[in-house]
């Protein structure tokens, strides 16, 4: 609910409630207890009756307000634990927030499916081509792509998916109306310009610190169905995600990386955390996605003249990689990419080495 449309009484309760956050020795245990005996049946309402404050915050009551009004001119939206609107895959972990705050559209948390894809703020070249193939693959099915909206193979994963026109969901450490990192704040704009959601249990208010990104990696963790781990050495806090998720009996995978490099994902595979994936068709015959229905024709209208041309080389009886790259003068990395974008919106299929139309 957005907090513009929440009536007064809700606005004075949310207020309260933020003070006893900010309260010393109050914790998210207590905060879902208050929200468990507070929470309205009535769903044009936040609350059923009037939370007390009868505590000491650590912030002053204009301060919780101004924070209020902002949210109101920047059109967040809030989720209170114990409401229907609440994510429920979230609030069966171990800690689910009490309080999320939002941005965008909240239908992206009505996907069946999720993904988070996860890993190193400073990848090599392959890792983020890797994201881009998978995330394409991933975009013929029903599934949403989580990320944190770092730098590095999260902003990869937010951006591919938003190319490939999927729902993408950035969980933040900040409060929600506040882009961290800062030089981010592009890949911020184009997610609410397309549908996708913004997530933080932390307001303005919160002092962020390292811990507060590790909070945060466990609602990725909770949120997500899936969880993909690209590239990270064994000391990546992207790791904590994965063994989160673990815990969380959630479907864990890694890619797997060159011995010797302190990697992450091979220490997930060792300690038998994550599934070894190495392309994203393994991934989709895990998961047993079944592929979205399309119009043959409305497709053809949307190809390129390069995937025509690769097309029309493709025979009834199957053609071979070798035979379209030397009718095309084309490179073989350039038509391994047609292929794989032709097999994405599928009017070829790979079978024995050999392509055919469908």
Known sequence: MLIKNLSYQDVENLKNLLLLK????????????????????????????????????NVNEKDVLNCINKYIENDVGILLYGRFDYPNILAHIDDPPPILFYKGNIDSLKISNSIAIIGTRKPNTVSLNRVKEFVLVLSNYDISVISGLAFGIDR???????????????????????????????????????????????????IIGPYSFAKRNRIIAGLAKNVLFVEGTTESGALITCNLAFDYNRNVFALPSEP?????????????????????????????????????????????????????????????????VSKTNFELDKIMMILLMLECKNVVFKNSGLYFLV
């Open 156 to 206: 990869q994963a937010h951006l591919s998916a938003l190319e490939n026109n999927m729902y993408t969901i950035a969980v933040l450490a900040s409060s929600v109306d506040i882009c961290t990192p800062a030089a981010n704040e592009f890949v911020y704009e184009k997610i609410l310009s397309k549908n996708g959601l913004i997530l933080s249990e932390n307001t303005s208010l919160d």
């Open 260 to 324: 010797n490099t302190k990697s992450g994902g091979n220490l997930l595979i060792r300690q038998d955390k994550a599934r070894l994936v190495e392309d994203p068709y393994q991934l989709i015959e895990d998961l047993g996605l079944i592929k979205k229905k399309y119009n043959i024709d409305d497709i053809k209208l949307t190809l390129t003249k390069d995937e025509i041309l690769v097309l029309s080389l493709i025979d009834k009886n199957g053609t071979d990689i070798d035979t379209i």
């Open 22 to 57: 900010f309260s010393r020795g109050v914790g998210t245990k207590i905060i879902r207890k208050v929200l468990v005996d507070k929470i309205s049946s009535d769903k044009s309402y936040l609350f059923s009756s009037t939370i007390n404050p009868t505590y000491k915050s």
